[in-house]
């Protein structure tokens, strides 16, 4: 057997590097797509609904999941819609609802004492613009509205013809967005009559118990300011945001829904009117967040699942670890201590 | 020893070679970037300097006493115009570089603008600057009352701002228990214990170097001095700017506005800036909006003075010369525009 000379294994390490360095495939880290749950999809050309009853818009809420892509790239929901010469009002809640835990030894704010389940929250970004402008591809790639505008140099100036902006509530500077299990909402005024919109609901980040993100959806006629009051969650308590859309932490593996499957919407997806099941006690924990009852509720939780011997399942979806219950608020033992990061 | 002799040249010769191999590598390596300090002057006419502001005068009898009111029992008074010509009229002035010049647009010279969109924002697209600077900045100066008036490089010292708001616009500064201050070391001091700062130079409100070497911090040391011609002149610098040939320099002037509530310039947005939020008080310190150079006719009023003309910068080596000469409001965009295509 011949030997490797000393000349010979710089060969060797540097075959290695060029080896190692070709395996570009990170995907192992990201969580593997989930069976009829889309990672990226088209909801199709949806109708704007007329602010008529609370119940009829309540009905025409649309409720979907979404699932990771099992690539490095973005995944979401996009749908079209026809302006109508007036204003259109996107809203999208994703699942369910977060806070900061108030720690301040000096001045904690009792409704947020309690420390929130991290684990069960998602979150989508907005954003939308005419559909000319849309590059990604319905169904199969998320874009963006990027143009090349060229000034009057020639210069050439990357632009995102974005007319869906969402503005910040504490600055009201635009181009925010609102941050994880919180509701996004835009306002495209003065759509053009019979010209197609594109909305983008990008899922930024899935729900770390299940990598399954529910959300609730509300295309509605008139500006998101409308569509508050008329929903009784407008004036100055934007806590109640989050209950304009109530129920979209739904059950997983349930069938798609007859009304919206009637409506053409892809599975797996529901309407209001389907009334899909979600998970026991959600919407009071929704209603608590927006009635600023969260730390009455909170103990409530715990004490209930104390009393039943149980313990609470954060990390990991009790229904498929069956290691526990869900639980909406958060483990009580990982608070930090007052003042600390 | 011959030994010893042979080290000794070889370390020499290293030596000699290394000494000639430095500067050559470093003679052969050029990024070729196209990044330069551009330097101009701004140049404002005396006009845009003058104020007239209404103040205030006791009226008096035959015997030069004040006469006093039947009904209120007060000295009677009565409303005067005074003129004022004086670098702390000045506010800041804003320069830019962009892609070129629009005459039809607005009433006023305006920098060229990309498309039009997100309506519900009553956005009418951005200029989408190369980039810019400003001389003089709008800075908290650690009172109240003060915020959104007062422009760095505008005053020679803190008695001076006393002097200015006291006696020139006869409207005095009050501190936070509405008492009038008198004395410029008041405010200093005030903005060390609020900013915790030791030095003027950390408070960047006045001038801390001696510019034009009189030997003392004087006038001559402000952003703007009072040329030959009677107006004022000033130098900027825009540190480390890309360069494009042939991209457009051109400035405007946010005019003082005395007497208004809250801010003496439309540039200021009273609600940002340091905040205090002390016991007994609770106020925002001012902050100038920021996209004055993307949107200037966002914050453009009457009375603001923009350049005519731009300046296109062909080699990064030329001085921008910017002359602030058309009023807003006053002057004929139309006019101006025919007579630059004649020219």
């Given at each position: 057997m011949r030997r490797i000379g000393w000349m010979g294994l710089p060969l060797v390490a540097g075959g290695l590097l060029v080896g190692t360095a070709c395996d570009?495939?990170?995907?192992?880290?990201f969580p593997d797509p989930i069976e009829d749950v889309p990672g990226v999809v088209d909801l199709g050309n949806l109708t704007p609904v007329p602010l008529s009853t609370r119940l009829n818009v309540q009905d025409q809420v649309i409720y979907g999941e979404l699932g990771p892509t099992g690539t490095a790239l973005t995944g979401g929901a996009t749908f079209t819609f026809d302006g109508i010469g007036g204003s259109v009002c996107v809203w999208v809640d994703p699942e369910l609802a977060y806070w900061n835990q108030s720690?301040?030894?000096?001045?904690?704010?009792a409704e947020w004492s309690q420390p929130d389940n991290v684990f069960d929250d998602g979150d989508i970004d907005l954003t939308g613009g005419l559909s000319v402008y849309y590059t990604g591809t319905p169904g199969v790639e998320i874009g963006d509205f990027e143009v090349r505008y060229q000034d009057d140099l020639g210069n050439v100036v990357p632009i995102?013809?974005?007319?869906c902006v969402n503005t910040d509530?504490?600055?009201?500077?635009?181009?925010?967005h609102s941050g994880r299990g919180s509701p996004e909402f835009c306002t495209l005024s003065n759509t053009l009559a019979g010209t197609s919109y594109t909305i983008v609901m990008s899922a930024w980040s899935l729900p770390l118990d299940d990598d399954r993100l529910a959300y609730g959806l509300l295309v509605t006629e008139g500006s998101c300011e409308d569509l508050r009051d008329f929903m009784g969650?407008?004036?100055?308590?934007?806590?109640g945001d989050e209950c304009l859309?109530?129920?979209?932490?739904i059950i997983p593996g349930?069938?798609?829904g007859i009304d919206a499957a009637g409506l053409g919407l892809p599975g797996p997806t529901w309407l209001g009117s389907d009334e899909p099941d979600n998970w026991s006690d959600s919407e009071a924990f929704e209603d608590a967040f927006c009635s600023f009852t969260l730390r009455d509720y909170c103990r409530a939780e715990r004490q209930q699942i104390t009393r039943q011997g149980l313990t609470c399942a954060w990390e990991n979806d009790a229904s498929i670890a069956g290691n526990g219950e869900r639980c909406f608020c958060g483990d009580l033992s990982d608070t930090p201590s007052g003042g600390s990061f | 020893m011959r030994h010893h002799l042979q080290a000794r040249t070889r370390r020499s010769l290293a030596s000699t070679v290394a000494v000639a191999i430095v500067p050559l590598f470093a003679g052969c390596y050029?990024?070729?970037?196209?990044?330069y300090d551009l330097e101009g002057r701004v140049i404002i006419p005396r006009e845009a300097a003058t104020v007239t502001l209404s103040v205030e005068r006791p009226v008096l009898d035959g015997n030069g006493d004040p006469v006093i009111?039947?009904?209120?029992g007060l000295p009677q008074t009565t409303a005067i115009d005074k003129e004022v010509t004086d670098v702390r009229v000045l506010g800041p002035v804003y320069v830019g570089l962009y892609s070129g010049l629009d005459y039809?647009?607005?009433v006023y010279p305006h920098p060229s603008r990309g498309p039009a969109f997100q309506l519900d924002q009553q956005l009418e697209g951005?200029?989408?600057?190369?980039g810019g600077t400003t001389v003089g900045d709008i800075r908290f100066a650690c009172l109240e009352y003060l915020s959104c008036k007062v422009v760095s490089?505008?005053?020679?010292?803190f008695d001076d701002m006393v002097d200015w708001f006291n006696?020139?616009?006869?409207?005095p500064i009050k501190d936070a228990a509405g008492n009038t201050v008198t004395n410029g070391d008041y405010i200093r001091q005030t903005c060390y214990d609020l900013l915790?700062?030791?030095?003027d130079q950390e408070l960047r409100?006045?001038?801390?170097?001696?510019v034009d070497d009189s030997g003392a911090i004087d006038a001559?040391?402000?952003?703007f001095v009072e040329n030959a011609d009677g107006d004022f002149e000033a130098s900027f610098r825009i540190w480390q700017a890309d360069f494009y040939q042939g991209f457009t320099a051109w400035a405007w002037l946010d005019t003082l506005n005395p007497g208004a509530e809250r801010t003496f310039?439309?540039?200021?947005?009273?609600?940002?800036?340091y905040t205090e939020t002390t016991y007994a008080s609770n106020f925002d310190g001012g902050l100038q909006y920021t996209d004055l150079l993307n949107r200037p006719y966002l914050y453009m009023v009457d009375g603001d003075y923009v350049a005519g003309r731009g300046f296109e910068w062909n080699d990064p080596y030329d001085v921008a010369e910017l002359v602030l000469d058309f009023q807003v409001g006053a002057d004929d965009v139309e006019a101006l525009r025919l007579q630059l295509e004649s020219e």
């Amino acid at each position: 057997m011949r030997r490797i000379g000393w000349m010979g294994l710089p060969l060797v390490a540097g075959g290695l590097l060029v080896g190692t360095a070709c395996d570009l495939d990170q995907s192992f880290l990201f969580p593997d797509p989930i069976e009829d749950v889309p990672g990226v999809v088209d909801l199709g050309n949806l109708t704007p609904v007329p602010l008529s009853t609370r119940l009829n818009v309540q009905d025409q809420v649309i409720y979907g999941e979404l699932g990771p892509t099992g690539t490095a790239l973005t995944g979401g929901a996009t749908f079209t819609f026809d302006g109508i010469g007036g204003s259109v009002c996107v809203w999208v809640d994703p699942e369910l609802a977060y806070w900061n835990q108030s720690v301040s030894p000096a001045d904690p704010v009792a409704e947020w004492s309690q420390p929130d389940n991290v684990f069960d929250d998602g979150d989508i970004d907005l954003t939308g613009g005419l559909s000319v402008y849309y590059t990604g591809t319905p169904g199969v790639e998320i874009g963006d509205f990027e143009v090349r505008y060229q000034d009057d140099l020639g210069n050439v100036v990357p632009i995102q013809l974005v007319e869906c902006v969402n503005t910040d509530e504490y600055f009201g500077n635009p181009g925010a967005h609102s941050g994880r299990g919180s509701p996004e909402f835009c306002t495209l005024s003065n759509t053009l009559a019979g010209t197609s919109y594109t909305i983008v609901m990008s899922a930024w980040s899935l729900p770390l118990d299940d990598d399954r993100l529910a959300y609730g959806l509300l295309v509605t006629e008139g500006s998101c300011e409308d569509l508050r009051d008329f929903m009784g969650t407008g004036g100055a308590n934007r806590q109640g945001d989050e209950c304009l859309i109530t129920g979209e932490a739904i059950i997983p593996g349930q069938e798609q829904g007859i009304d919206a499957a009637g409506l053409g919407l892809p599975g797996p997806t529901w309407l209001g009117s389907d009334e899909p099941d979600n998970w026991s006690d959600s919407e009071a924990f929704e209603d608590a967040f927006c009635s600023f009852t969260l730390r009455d509720y909170c103990r409530a939780e715990r004490q209930q699942i104390t009393r039943q011997g149980l313990t609470c399942a954060w990390e990991n979806d009790a229904s498929i670890a069956g290691n526990g219950e869900r639980c909406f608020c958060g483990d009580l033992s990982d608070t930090p201590s007052g003042g600390s990061f | 020893m011959r030994h010893h002799l042979q080290a000794r040249t070889r370390r020499s010769l290293a030596s000699t070679v290394a000494v000639a191999i430095v500067p050559l590598f470093a003679g052969c390596y050029a990024e070729n970037l196209s990044i330069y300090d551009l330097e101009g002057r701004v140049i404002i006419p005396r006009e845009a300097a003058t104020v007239t502001l209404s103040v205030e005068r006791p009226v008096l009898d035959g015997n030069g006493d004040p006469v006093i009111d039947p009904n209120t029992g007060l000295p009677q008074t009565t409303a005067i115009d005074k003129e004022v010509t004086d670098v702390r009229v000045l506010g800041p002035v804003y320069v830019g570089l962009y892609s070129g010049l629009d005459y039809s647009t607005e009433v006023y010279p305006h920098p060229s603008r990309g498309p039009a969109f997100q309506l519900d924002q009553q956005l009418e697209g951005d200029a989408y600057p190369y980039g810019g600077t400003t001389v003089g900045d709008i800075r908290f100066a650690c009172l109240e009352y003060l915020s959104c008036k007062v422009v760095s490089g505008r005053f020679v010292d803190f008695d001076d701002m006393v002097d200015w708001f006291n006696n020139v616009l006869e409207d005095p500064i009050k501190d936070a228990a509405g008492n009038t201050v008198t004395n410029g070391d008041y405010i200093r001091q005030t903005c060390y214990d609020l900013l915790e700062v030791t030095s003027d130079q950390e408070l960047r409100l006045t001038p801390t170097k001696d510019v034009d070497d009189s030997g003392a911090i004087d006038a001559g040391d402000l952003d703007f001095v009072e040329n030959a011609d009677g107006d004022f002149e000033a130098s900027f610098r825009i540190w480390q700017a890309d360069f494009y040939q042939g991209f457009t320099a051109w400035a405007w002037l946010d005019t003082l506005n005395p007497g208004a509530e809250r801010t003496f310039y439309t540039t200021c947005n009273p609600d940002e800036g340091y905040t205090e939020t002390t016991y007994a008080s609770n106020f925002d310190g001012g902050l100038q909006y920021t996209d004055l150079l993307n949107r200037p006719y966002l914050y453009m009023v009457d009375g603001d003075y923009v350049a005519g003309r731009g300046f296109e910068w062909n080699d990064p080596y030329d001085v921008a010369e910017l002359v602030l000469d058309f009023q807003v409001g006053a002057d004929d965009v139309e006019a101006l525009r025919l007579q630059l295509e004649s020219e």
